[in-house]
């Protein structure tokens, strides 16, 4: 019954999959800092805390660095935000949950990965493709769902200490406390702060913003093994507040006024969530789960003259219900979904407030062989206040035709509403004019956002010379039925915004081939061909600021751990980033114009680590070791008020080398 309760622990924070590969996960995640799964009928690679000590993870937002899946990059000079891409899409596109609840979606989109620690993550899965209909409807090119620390399994106290030459300094720390013997409890606290300005590339302007972070998480499990209950509650506080712009700009001066360019975003959120699961004692493939959420996000915010304030109440409720049927080679989940969210949103003078609620019911099949083949068939209905009635259905399937080789194969839809201006903020960075060119429809006057989104990938493990290997092939294409098409090649003097009237595809092919070369020295590679073309107004055109090609490689390397697990940990991360389609700047001044194709890319990063005993460890590391620094990250810099102004278009590092060290401390 105990092994029971533990999967099903491991089942109400994990993306929906069968029991053994829930199990399979769980056990090998264990032994490697990234795994993937030969029984899984979704491609999901699994990333490890060990995994996130890699690299400077700062933030959720930065927990990506050394994995191929997922594409980083800056999404403007001014906030120092970084943008994450699976499949060639941008981040709205993918269904962002924490601990299997939706986290970062609506006014959330631009900054909210950057409000969950590196340090409280235990896991994150990566799944490609379309995702569970359990999840909802709104995932079209993939799911990325975070795994908190557990209380049960927590020990008693972390420290981590941060700093870094861009002025950036942090401090986590972690208390667990086990209640009793059904009862653990943890406080998780967060602080970190720039106060020192930089303009590396003299431009005027800030580099990174000024700004500080409080953020704090209390989490309290109960489990009852013998009774088959088991229970989260989650309470968390943040508030965050960032200034950038002109490095000589005073808010208490020159707010609103054409002194000097310069912006605040101010966001204070409250999270509460809740998990109840109980397991048959009798028929432990059998169970129910209920889960609850509620988020308050408020962001008060400016972009020179231009103000932006949008105010999200959220409430979420999940009830699932799992058995099988006749046997335990065909199981199901149902169960019902509820979100309602209410929005207050200012831009400038005009008023975009609305409320939006959903309800919907699944179910979803799984055939399971125990052998070389299984199969997922899920479908959804949901009712929407303004998207309408709708179906969405999602197949997954794997087939293994050899030792240590699976195929596998997806298929879905999804809809979403685009918060246009939520998901776009960047662009308030500019002295484009916001214009929305349709107006029959029930969101911002648009339609919702319709796509399917196909996959095929093959993954082979095998030994070179008695070392581990695996080499990987994924191709996928999503082809949008409609989209709300943000239209940056008319004019560089404005973003229009409107229903795709022609054709929008994103294809996405990956070749991964990773091995160990040798005992403790281990290789990553990938390279990605992106396709993906919108048909615009003035023509067709590669989505702006993404590379058609990429190259991605990591070498890291570990000593042989000594007496009190003393040892030196290596790592090393290359990116070479193809040249990128960028916006239309020929209406702008001679002196503010860009061509059409940003140059190639390399960006380069190193980590040392030096671990002194199971208790304590020590870290240096180095981001963009080339130093390259994009050309004229912010256009019109020197009249920021003038038609030119733009800090939206950025395809390279505007900060050159940053230098970081920090360290760790446990009691266990």
């Not at 509460?272 to 959420?293: H, M, R, T």
């Not at 201006?421 to 484009?432: C, P």
């Not at 081939?513 to 023509?539: V, W």
């Not at 870290?619 to 912010?634: P, T």
Request: glycine share 6%; proline share 3%.
């Amino acid at each position: 019954m105990k092994n029971t309760i533990l999967f099903f622990v491991v089942f109400l924070s994990l993306p929906v999959f069968s029991q053994d590969t829930l199990q399979s996960i769980k056990i090998e995640t264990q032994r490697k800092k990234l795994q993937k799964s030969l029984l899984n009928p979704f491609n999901t690679t699994t990333l490890s805390s060990k995994e996130l000590l890699k690299a400077a993870c700062c933030n959720l937002a930065e927990s990506f660095e050394t994995n191929p899946s997922i594409d980083v990059n800056f999404s403007d000079a001014l906030t120092g935000t970084k943008q994450i891409k699976m499949l060639g899409l941008t981040s709205p596109y993918l269904l962002i949950t924490e601990e299997n609840i939706p986290s970062v979606r609506g006014a959330s989109q631009a900054y909210g990965l950057s409000f969950t620690p590196g340090t409280w993550v235990e896991s994150i899965q990566i799944t490609k493709g379309a995702g569970s209909v359990i999840n909802g409807y709104e995932s079209i090119s993939g799911q990325i769902n975070t795994e908190l620390k557990k209380p049960a399994n927590d020990i008693p106290f972390f420290l981590n200490v941060y700093g870094s030459t861009d002025s950036r300094f942090e401090i986590n720390a972690h208390l667990n406390e086990k209640v009793s013997d059904k009862w653990a409890t943890s406080l998780f606290i967060h602080g970190n702060n720039r106060f020192s300005k930089n303009d590396m590339n003299n431009d005027g302007f800030l580099d990174n913003p000024l700004g500080n972070q409080i953020n704090i998480l209390n989490r309290w499990q109960y489990t009852n093994a013998e009774k088959g209950w088991v229970s989260f509650l989650n309470f968390k506080y943040m508030n965050d507040e960032k200034q950038t712009g002109q490095v000589d700009f005073d808010p208490t001066r020159d707010k609103f006024t054409t002194n000097f360019w310069g912006s605040e975003i101010n966001t204070e959120r409250f999270d509460f969530s809740s998990k109840l699961g109980y397991v048959w004692p009798e028929i432990p493939y059998q169970s129910i789960g209920f889960q609850n959420a509620f988020s308050s996000h408020n962001q008060r915010s400016y972009f020179g003259l231009n103000r932006y304030n949008i105010k999200q109440q959220s409430y979420y409720s999940n009830l699932i219900f799992n058995s099988i049927i006749s046997n335990t080679l065909h199981k199901f989940s149902t169960g019902l979904n509820f979100t309602l969210d209410d929005y207050q949103e200012f831009v400038n003078v005009s008023d975009f407030s609305r409320k939006d609620n959903s309800l919907g019911a699944f179910f979803e099949y799984t055939y399971d062989n125990t052998d070389n083949f299984s199969l997922i068939l899920g479908g959804r209905a949901d009712y929407h206040n303004r998207l309408g009635f709708f179906i969405t259905p999602r197949l997954h399937a794997r087939y293994n035709p050899w030792k240590d080789g699976v195929l596998r194969f997806s298929a879905g839809r999804g809809k979403r509403s685009a918060n246009i201006f939520a998901e776009n903020q960047q662009l308030f960075g500019s002295s484009r004019s916001f214009n929305i060119l349709d107006t029959n429809g029930k969101i911002y006057g648009l339609n919702p956002e319709i796509a399917w989104n196909y996959g095929v990938g093959f993954l082979q493990k095998f030994h070179i010379f008695s070392k581990n290997a695996d080499v990987s092939v994924d191709f996928y294409r999503t082809d949008f039925q409609n989209q709300a098409v943000i239209d940056l090649f008319q004019s560089a003097q404005e973003v229009n915004f409107y229903n795709l009237k022609g054709n929008s595809f994103a294809n996405s092919l990956q070749l991964e081939f990773n091995m160990e070369i040798i005992k403790r020295l281990n290789l990553r590679t990938a390279y990605k061909y992106y396709d993906i073309k919108t048909d615009y107004i003035s023509g067709s055109f590669q989505r702006p600021l993404q590379a058609k090609h990429r190259f991605f490689g990591n070498l890291e390397f570990e000593t042989v751990a000594k007496e009190k697990k003393q040892q030196w940990k290596f790592d090393y991360t290359f990116n070479w980033i193809g040249k990128q389609q960028l916006p239309n700047t020929s209406t702008n001044p001679v002196a503010d114009r860009l061509p059409d194709f940003s140059p190639s890319v390399v960006v380069m990063n190193a980590q040392v680590t030096k671990v002194f005993s199971s208790l304590f460890e020590m870290y240096v590391g180095a981001e963009n070791l080339g130093n390259y620094k994009q050309d004229r990250a912010i256009l019109g810099a020197d009249n920021p008020f003038g038609t030119s102004f733009d800090s939206s278009i950025v395809y390279a590092p505007i900060f050159g080398q940053m230098y970081y060290a920090g360290l760790r401390f446990k009691i266990k």
